[in-house]
């Protein structure tokens, strides 16, 4: 329910983004990498936070929630050692959950920073130039501390039902890479840099 919520009020900021732009192309046609790298932020953070909060990447397709994962797919001989692996294993899968969201949920300001930026702050940039690259980086600590979770050998790869096929660490790495990425977009933007928005 609060997933569904959450994802209505954010699908509802794109909208209101693409509404936007659209009646003010003027201004937002002179930084059409930007708008492009704008909506692609919003969708990432409103599809990422929709799949980790369902638990799917995590979990699969079968809708149901980390304790009954692990106590289905983790065998247990010794009560006592198994029960504070299984702890473990909860703890960690909600860890990974909640950073992740917390990363998408930054995409999704960083789409909200751009898109107030163009529309009323170039003649004021400094704030919010400083606030994409302390959002992204904050993006970016969450994506490494995301990848060291599911490196560590105790991480609970066998909960996850297509590890064998496609590695939560490679998942992880990729989601990294793309925020690595997206930091020379910033850099080489026309918008971020500071000269060419002082002369418009």
């Not at 050998?153 to 096929?165: E, G, R």
Request: hydrophobic letters at 50%.
């Amino acid at each position: 329910m609060l997933v569904s919520f959450t994802s209505s009020i954010l699908f509802s900021g794109i909208g209101l983004g693409v509404y936007t732009v659209l009646i003010n192309l003027s201004i937002y046609s002179h930084f059409p990498r930007e708008v492009f790298s704008m909506f692609f932020n919003s969708f990432i953070g409103v599809l990422g936070l929709i799949l980790y909060s369902s638990n799917i990447p995590l979990l699969g397709w079968d809708l149901i929630s980390i304790e009954d994962a692990v106590h289905e797919r983790v065998v247990c001989r010794h009560t006592d050692v198994c029960s504070t692996y299984i702890d473990q294993y909860i703890q960690q899968l909600y860890i990974l959950v909640w950073a992740s969201n917390i990363r998408f949920i930054v995409w999704y300001i960083e789409y909200l920073n751009t898109l107030f930026f163009i529309k009323l702050f170039l003649t004021r940039p400094y704030p919010s130039i400083i606030t994409q690259y302390t959002l992204h980086t904050i993006n970016f600590l969450l994506c490494v501390f995301c990848f060291i979770l599911v490196t560590i050998p105790t991480f609970p790869m066998l909960v996850i039902p297509y590890a064998n096929y496609v590695s939560p660490i490679i998942l992880q790495c990729l989601v990294m890479f793309i925020v690595l990425y997206e930091y020379s977009t910033i850099f080489y933007s026309p918008l971020y840099s500071v000269k060419y928005v002082l002369r418009t």
